[in-house]
């Protein structure tokens, strides 16, 4: 996870990552991390020929539509609330914005922890100065915290919208290959789940974040786990 690095680390990781992806000759790009596309999203656009999505812009889109008070606030990463990412993204709308790093949220996804007492106190915490606020929406601005949207809407309450940056950007990456004439045809095809650490351990945390790697007859089963090299 990016969150606790800074932004010209992220920057550099994320860059080499990328490289190495276009050098494979993908038709596309999408920076599925809040923190990454606060590092480099305008470098990325003008590194390469390619259309890009990414997590930012289609989160707070969705928010402002949503939101009747025009009051938001989002959940990230120390990286991406040091980056003002969402203030800038948000620059021209009529909308005040909190900012609140919630770091151990982002701990207790890629543990596989989803409820329990410890991250319920955890929330709580995190969570006080959204209550007190009085925001009507508040994005979730790390792909990790989708994973925590129940214990979340149980801390704020039922009266609050929850805006997911990964299901923005995923309804934004299909716009974006649907207009460009990209999608494949035929449906998907075998998918490689490339890794700069260990892809075992990438297999696992997959299974949890998106459920269908777990199940062998299910729809990711015809996938391979890679661990790929690239310069940082």
Request: aromatic share 6%; glycine share 8%.
């Amino acid at each position: 996870p990016y969150g606790s690095r800074s932004i010209p680390e992220v920057r550099r990781y994320a860059l080499a990552c990328l490289d190495a992806l276009v050098d494979m000759g993908v038709k596309a790009l999408v920076i599925a991390c809040n923190t990454a596309s606060a590092a480099m999203l305008d470098e990325a656009l003008d590194r390469y020929g390619l259309p890009v999505a990414e997590v930012i812009l289609p989160a707070v889109r969705r928010a402002v539509r949503v939101s009747s008070g025009q009051r938001l606030a989002v959940l990230c990463t120390e990286a991406t609330a040091t980056s003002h990412a969402y203030d800038d993204a948000l620059v021209n709308a009529n909308c005040s914005l909190l900012t609140v790093a919630c770091p151990r949220f982002v701990e207790f996804v890629e543990n596989g922890v989803t409820s329990g007492d410890e991250l319920l106190a955890v929330a709580e915490e995190y969570l006080a100065p959204v209550r007190q606020s009085g925001v009507d929406t508040v994005i979730l601005g790390c792909t990790h915290y989708p994973l925590l949207s129940g214990v979340i809407s149980y801390v704020l309450g039922p009266d609050i919208n929850l805006v997911s940056s990964s299901a923005e950007c995923a309804n934004s990456t299909y716009a974006m290959l649907t207009k460009g004439g990209l999608l494949r045809p035929g449906g998907v095809g075998q998918r490689r789940f490339l890794t700069t650490g260990n892809p075992e351990r990438f297999q696992a945390l997959g299974a949890r974040l998106l459920g269908q790697l777990a199940n062998p007859a299910g729809p990711l089963a015809n996938s391979s786990y890679e661990q790929v090299k690239v310069q940082a």
